[in-house]
């Protein structure tokens, strides 16, 4: 099949996923996943070239976004309270998932450690949907599970910069950049984005799109991965799109129209449903190791800072997508692990999205009061715009 | 019969406009409070982003803002005290619920009708039909 015509044949599955995703209220992520599976398999497509990297600078834009999207204030007040959490759901699965990985399943040691950060994520959007729809984000249990879940976040880039890297010469220019980058760019933004921003043309995207671009172009020839960097990067920008959430948004309207699509139909392409079908018993293993260190490590934990919401909290923690999705394409593009332990990563990081989601909000739902909605009801008025998807009322 | 309380369910749809129309005549008729209710869906469910969720979330606040003051301003018109509430959850069981905890006579809502989904599932006013703790008046 050409280039144009897998182009084509990409572009409408990703339409398809967008009105599935509207109809049916699932994340469009998720969908995009298992529609990638799907055109992979039955299609028998390889991966195009464009098509991976798009994907890969999806997954650096999406990091990027990760970290500008954390609440930095809200972190600042919590940390000491989440940092046990967070570290220990890190740790616990990376290191169970990676012994176990290493010493029954056979992986090299470096094939074990993709293993082990694959599965030691957390989902923040994930957590922060649930949270939101309980009201808990506003509340202080909310606010801790946030803030561990960034500590996660953060030491599973950590792990993914750090863990791969064969030192070259490269990695001073590669370390210089980022410090320059994460210093002067929060300095530089307000005068860069007053004098070209709110344009149609877009030179604040480009700056960041441009200094992504830097990181992972730099971090490749440094034999590292820009996953920390541009974690960081985000994360010190995120006062800014406080402040301008018309440009986050933007940018959010250019990821999620163009790039992210790729990345999440590049990782579906590559799961190999032969090989996941014929290796059910070890993708539950998998899936056991993640789950009982993650609430081995958090339950304890989570009965002293986020009572009387341990269960759900540790449900919460056992949540993973994002950057289990990056770290598990990661491995796959650097060719340290091969497609049968990618597709079960993948396949693993799908469940813990679903499953521990799933039994928090059925059985351990902490009916939090939803004031906003009051509230809410009783704002000025503002212009009519379009409903969006859900149950109708007067059907 | 005469009616003290009487929740309507809206939803923006011109079927539930037009059963708020009627609850609104109704109220004013028999000196009736009127509370309207709006339930909000649920959130993309395992998001990758939290963007995805904010910006789903910011539509849905806006959509509701607008929903709630539309309501309000309709009722002020009719001269009909009224209190509007959002709810998150399923429809019918939202409804039926709340109006059993809030002590209702009468629940009012609209039938837009969905051949396939009717069928297959029933609609939101059959559901609430046979749930609810009250007289339930389905407005076509």
Redesign the interface.
Known sequence: MSDIAIAALLAGTVLVASTI?VEI??????IELFLGVVVGNVFHLAVPTWLSFLGSFAGML?TF??GA?VDVPQFRREWKASLSIGLVSFFAPFAVVGTLCYFALGWNPRQAEIGGLALSTT????V??VL??TGLNRELVGKRLMSATFVTDIATVAGLTILFVKPTIWVIPFAIASVALIVGLPKASPWFFGRYGNRVIEPEIKLVFAALFLLMWLGGRANSQAALPAFILGLVMSNHYVKHRQE??RM?VV??AFL?PFF?LKGGMNVSAGALWANLGILAVLFVAKMVPKFAGVYPLARRYTAPHAIFTTLLMSTG??FG?ITSLYGLNAGIIDRTQFSLLIAVVVLS??VP?AIAQRFFHPHAE?EQ??E???????????????????? | MPFARILV????????DH?FGKALELAELTDATLTA?????????????????????R????????L???AR?RAEQAGVEI??????G??AEV?SDYAAAGGYDLIV??????FL??HLLG???DRVAEHAPCPVMIVR
Do not use: W
């Open positions: 995703s209220g699932l994340s469009v992520a998720l999406l976004q990760a999207e989902s923040l959007a994930v922060y949907a939101v729809e986050q948004e959010r990821a999620f992210t999440f997508l994002t999705t999205a679903i989601t939803t909605e009051h809410l009801a009783h704002e000025r008025p503002v212009p009519p715009v379009p409903a969006p998807a859900q149950e109708g009322v007067g059907s | 369910a809206i939803d923006g749809s011109e079927a539930s059963a209710l709006a339930i909000e869906g649920p959130l993309p469910a395992y998001a990758a982003t939290v963007g995805e969720v904010e910006e789903v979330k539509e849905k606040d806006r959509f509701f803002g607008a709630a003051a539309n301003s209190e509007v509430e959002l709810r998150p399923h429809a409804i809502l609209g039938h837009r009708g969905h989904r009717d609609s939101t006013a």
